[in-house]
């Protein structure tokens, strides 16, 4: 499976993922990975380095939820993804999608 990194959009607000995936914290020097079929990271690049990256999927092809979370309950955390790349534009959506990385309990 190939893969595309995108940037993460921050509320001037602050954060209010619970030290979700997409926080602050969890982010800085993370590479912030959805899947994309003319991604340029792959599975081979994840597995070698696991710390450097946290995988996104789409859900319902409108919201990004942490592969992390596994089958946990997810909310909005305020947090959006998107990047300027064209792929991803042109393979995952057109306009920031909400990443639902807020965890509670």
Known sequence: MKYLSFDIYRSSFGDCTNNGASSLEKAQGKIMLVPCE??????????????????????????????SAGSKWTMMGGNFGYTSDSRFRANVSTAPMPIHDRIEG
């Open 38 to 67: 003319f991604g340029n990271w792959s599975d081979d690049d994840i597995l070698l380095n696991p710390d450097r990256f946290t995988v996104f999927d789409i859900e319902d092809n409108r919201l990004l939820r942490p592969r």
